[in-house]
């Protein structure tokens, strides 16, 4: 009976060990997968890893900062090669046009990298801060043509045109001009009625003794009332362009600005920024 009792015993140990050494198996085989998933994961991680170290990279190279800092050292190169031609001036007068005109080309593509990084903001409602408009999300779009006669441009509220404008007060081409070396005071309209006249006291015309330094254009101080003539008076003063005021003295009517070459039809254009206008600006030459 016990002899049984031990051969049982003995069968149910030896089936118990091969459970176990399934049981022990399948563990290990398991672990072996999750293993070998988590590679995966970490080879698939990584490779996202280096796409986006690429995308960062492009980026980068898109920013204002990163133009800026090109366009700097083409500007250096530039002008290192103007340098080596100066020394043989006579012969390549013409290739030092070019590189010159190159130049300023480069600095005005600086100067408009730098200024489109810094000049587009929106405010974030998340975070509550004025954040930077990628320029990548910038539509840029020809709105229009304004047509000019008067040589100027006013930007203004259609409605206070209608309400504010003043159409009684009258234009006065004050226009004076001072003698360098005497002093005295020449007037347009009286001493001289166009600029190619002959002032015979003084032997030669107004363009041209302008040009020499001999009358110096004196600055009129003029109101730039909310009218024909405030309009103008602003857009001929020596920074050309001026803010126009109501009649109770305050500023915000308007503004008028003086074009580069006078009448003709100036294109305006848009930025949208997610559907919005956000900018126009005036090409006024």
């Known amino acids: ?86 020394d043989d001036q006579e012969e390549h007068t013409k290739l030092i046009s070019l590189k010159s005109r190159e130049v300023s080309r480069l600095r005005a593509e600086l100067e408009k990298t730098v200024y489109i990084g810094k000049a587009l903001t929106y405010f974030d409602p998340e975070s509550e801060v004025e954040l930077p408009i990628p320029e990548s999300e910038i539509e840029v779009e020809e709105l229009g043509e304004i047509f000019v ?43 001289f009625n166009h600029f190619e006249e002959q002032i015979e006291e003084l032997q030669g015309t107004p363009n041209s003794l302008i040009k020499q330094g001999i009358l110096l254009p004196l600055e009129v101080e003029r109101k730039f009332t909310y009218s024909y003539p405030g309009a103008a008076y602003a857009s001929m003063s020596k920074p050309g362009y001026g803010e126009l005021k109501f009649a109770a003295g305050h500023s915000g009517a308007g503004i008028c600005v003086r074009t580069v070459y006078g009448d003709g039809g100036f294109t305006v254009y848009g930025e949208r920024f997610r559907g919005d206008l956000v900018r126009i600006f005036i090409d006024l030459r």
């Open 149 to 191: 006669d008067s040589a100027s441009i006013l930007i203004t509220d259609p409605l206070y045109v209608q309400q504010e404008w003043d159409s009684d007060e009258e234009f006065a081409d004050l226009r004076l001009f001072r003698h360098a070396k005497t002093g005295r005071v020449y007037q347009f309209g009286v001493h």
């Open 1 to 86: 009976m016990n002899a049984l009792i031990d051969y049982f015993q003995l069968g149910a140990n030896g089936l118990a060990l091969a459970v176990a050494g399934w049981i022990y198996a399948a563990y290990v085989k398991n672990i072996r997968s999750e293993l070998s998933i988590k590679d995966e994961q970490i080879k698939a991680v990584e490779k996202n890893l280096a796409l986006w170290k690429d995308k960062a990279s492009q980026f980068e190279k898109k920013t204002p900062e990163y133009m800026e800092e090109v366009l700097a050292k083409r500007i250096k190169h530039r002008e290192e090669e103007i340098k080596r031609l100066n």
